[in-house]
């Protein structure tokens, strides 16, 4: 069965901590990987996707997330975190069924980042 | 360019009662989604559609039903409201070789 697994339901941090959350998928076929964010009270924005190409992808924020494909995963790193990264953080995959794309999330990590 | 757009934001509804959250999008998205989160936990979904006149289920569609008759709407109706379906509703629609793009949420209470 198709599912995407995020390792960890709530991460907590210092400021300047380094920051990597896990993602596991399991899906047949090609499939597009994305992760978003949600800050309190705000609606999902897309933080960075993969494609193709470079596996190591880069998005906004000074996040940063790379795909392994012999382990499934889509872990989200960033070196350094702000008090401003506190939200929580959704991994999605996104794989071709039949008549259309399906998209599928994780349960989402909450990230709490001390100031 | 609005995006992803949903009416209402806030609403309260007594058990029983029926009400449709509206959801439309500019983009010309043929993929749309209704997903509820609830506190504490991911997004579930609802429903989605491939494009317009085709609609399937999702994780959690007991108590709801939608419709697409068009390309840009996607509204999902509850007919019997229960408590169980307090939480946040979000639409979302998708382009191919896209991200998902959301909508602001609407924040549902059943009293």
């Known amino acids: 069965a198709q599912s995407v697994s995020q390792h960890n339901h709530h991460v907590i941090l210092s400021e300047a901590a380094s920051l990597e959350l896990g993602c596991n998928y399991s899906y047949g076929g090609t499939v597009n990987l994305f992760w978003y964010v949600q800050y309190p009270g705000q609606h999902l924005q897309l933080l960075l996707k993969y494609f193709s190409g470079d596996p190591l992808v880069k998005g906004i924020k000074g996040f940063e997330a790379e795909f392994i494909k012999s382990k499934f995963s889509f872990n989200l790193r960033k070196p350094s975190v702000q008090w401003s990264d506190t939200a929580e953080y959704f991994c999605?995959?996104?794989?071709?069924?039949?008549?259309?794309?399906?998209?599928?999330f994780g349960a989402g990590t909450r990230l709490f980042v001390k100031a | 360019n609005a995006g992803v757009t949903q009416t209402p934001k806030f609403r309260i509804l007594k058990i029983g009662q029926s009400m449709t959250l509206q959801c439309t999008q500019d983009m010309n998205h043929n993929y749309m989604y209704w997903y509820r989160q609830d506190p504490g936990m991911g997004l579930k979904l609802i429903y989605y559609?491939?494009?317009?006149?085709?609609?399937d289920k999702g994780e959690v569609p007991n108590g709801y039903n939608v419709s697409r008759s068009t390309t840009e709407d996607f509204p999902l109706r509850l007919e019997l409201a229960a408590p169980s379906q307090t939480s946040v509703y979000f639409c979302a629609s998708e382009g191919s070789n896209q991200p998902q793009h959301f909508g602001d949420g609407t924040r549902l209470s059943i009293l």
């Open positions: 559609s491939v494009g317009a006149g085709i609609t």
């Open positions: 999605a995959v996104t794989g071709r069924e039949t008549g259309g794309f399906k998209t599928i």
